[in-house]
């Protein structure tokens, strides 16, 4: 199959309700908007590899790529719009094979039709469809990238440079358990645990919540790389410090039990990867309409740098403050 049958077969099906693709038969996507509103665009790459190892389910590496890019939309307070979709596969001596269920290496139709079935899913669960991309081949490992395109009203977007000295410092949802998650998976042990797990695998995009603190907070982004060193990077683009205070910080009753037997796990919520939930800040006058399943785990400081203290009071040293490429 060539990709011209491809982008057919897996890639038009998806932009049939998205006008705006031109189901995918011309050079390019075209957008309009409602006046009063602009446009949010972020990208997210993934390589096996790096990303993923390649046995994990196809419809699970999908809605990961889809849902990390979702991720950054709710950072900014947007409501998804559409998105692209670039795909680069190895060439195979015999093309697509129809095998290949095992690994995105010398992907098969059968993996493909997986992975974009996971999409399909993902799509109607958040109300986003394909609207164009690119198809190529590679002499490196199979990677994927998805360009998310969002809404918001002009000029209420969402930034990470609005924070304050005195704003409180708010999280979504539970912290860690995805570094949990990924951990059992790199030790199982019995019984292992599907919630972190399944916390790893798959986030929740807080697109309902980003959308709702337009108007509230006064800065945001999404938790991706640990706790600590993004709250560094609210701090940085405000030009304030942080203090975070560990027996606050939300953690699942999955988390904190075994957080509970081996103390060195604190490392995971506070600076775990993979969260995707939202890090914002609140001005004092703000507080009482902040969305009651996000928990206040901070203050910011007119300071510099983020500190992190224990139920004593006394200062942490972490031994990392978050995830880095490079
Ligand atoms: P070009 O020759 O300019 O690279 P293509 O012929 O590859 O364009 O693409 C034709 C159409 O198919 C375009 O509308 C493009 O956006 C779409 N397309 C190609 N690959 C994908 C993909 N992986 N996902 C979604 N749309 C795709
Ligand atoms: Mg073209």
Known sequence: MNEFSLIDRYFKPLAASFPGSLHLSDDAAILSLPPGQELVVTKD???QGVHFIGDEAPELIAKKLLRVNLSDLAAMGATPLCYFLAVMLPPHPNPLPQAGEGSAEGAGEGWLSRFTAGLAEDQTEFGIALAGGDTIATHGPPSFSITAVGTVPTGHALRRNGAKGGDSIYVSGTLGDS???????????????????????????RLTLGQKLRGIASACMDISDGLVQ???????????????????????????????????LWDAPLSGGDDYELLFTVPPNKQQIVPSDCTCIGVIKN?????????????????QKGFRHF
Do not use: M, W
């Open 179 to 205: 570094a949990l998650g990924l951990h059992l998976l790199r030790h199982p042990r019995a019984g292992g645990d599907p919630f972190l797990i399944n916390r790893y695998l798959l986030p929740q995009p």
């Open 230 to 264: 993004d709250v560094g990077h609210i701090c940085a683009a405000s030009g304030v410090g942080a203090i975070i205070e560990r027996n606050k910080l939300p953690l699942s009753s999955a988390a904190r039990r075994i957080i509970e037997t081996d103390n060195a």
């Open 303 to 319: 300071s510099s740098g983020v500190s992190v203290l224990d139920d004593k009071g006394q200062l942490i040293t972490l031994s």
């Open 45 to 47: 790459a993934i390589s």
